[in-house]
């Protein structure tokens, strides 16, 4: 149980692009979602957090505006990257947490996806 | 505010080998901690938690004891094997967070033949 789907695992794309990302609780709701970036060899970077049916608290240092975030039902959020340019190469995760209680409560991860901007 | 520290890596064994990746823990309150593990190319798998002090977490053979009075929880593995291979990453959640995990910088585990 507590599965987490993420789609595209790998989008190769031309700066400008937007590209969408998105995140699937398969088996379970999810109340809280949670958006990573990761850098090559380093530890996980939260950029957001989303609570359905409300606006995503995003991060000091993360651009509201560029990196889009909806958490419009209990399953599904997404992950809009706006006018991708190559800093914006990386491997996003999403995860999901089922309830409030955090404290016992994991978040379960998705597999990620590989944004390449050429 | 809230922190976790984890050996350096890379750690290199050799199958059979006794593991253990340390990992303590900054925190106001009573925290849960978390193991997990990255496969390359892919996202976090939770492997173990324990959610109060001297609570043991397992899975697959893997152990680690949550120790508050050395505000530790190492993790621990009589016997790896190659498969065993990846990124591990020690993380903590706690109120003073809110709702987010605090994560570890990860060690590289490399288990040769």
């Known amino acids: 149980g507590a599965v987490v789907s993420q789609h595209p695992s790998w989008v190769i794309c031309k700066s400008g692009t937007s590209v969408k990302i998105e995140c699937r609780s398969l088996d379970f709701q999810a109340t809280t979602m949670f958006w990573y970036r990761q850098f090559p060899k380093q530890s996980l970077m939260l950029m957001a957090t989303s609570n359905e049916g409300s606006k995503a608290t995003y991060e000091q240092g993360v651009e509201k505006d560029k990196f889009l975030i909806n958490h419009a039902s209990l399953t599904l959020s997404t992950l809009t990257v706006t006018s991708a340019h190559p800093e914006d190469s990386s491997f996003y995760i999403c995860s999901a947490r089922a309830d409030q209680d955090y404290s016992n409560q994991p978040q379960h991860f998705g597999d990620g996806t590989r944004l390449s901007i050429l | 505010g809230d922190s976790v520290t984890q050996m350096e890596g890379p750690v290199t064994l050799s199958e059979e080998a006794f593991l253990t990746i340390n990992c303590t823990y900054t925190?106001?309150?009573?925290?849960?901690l978390f193991w997990y593990v990255q496969y390359p190319g892919e996202g976090l798998q939770l492997l173990l938690k324990a959610t109060k002090a001297d609570d043991k977490g397992s899975n697959k053979g893997f152990e680690a004891t949550y120790r508050k009075e050395t505000t530790s929880f190492h993790l621990e593995k009589g016997s790896v094997q190659v498969s065993d291979s990846a990124v591990y990453f020690c993380?903590?959640?706690?109120?003073?967070?809110?709702?987010?995990?605090?994560f570890g910088e990860g060690t590289q585990l490399t288990v040769n033949p």
């Open positions: 925190a106001t309150g009573y925290p849960s």
């Open positions: 993380a903590l959640s706690s109120k003073t967070s809110g709702s987010r995990l605090t």
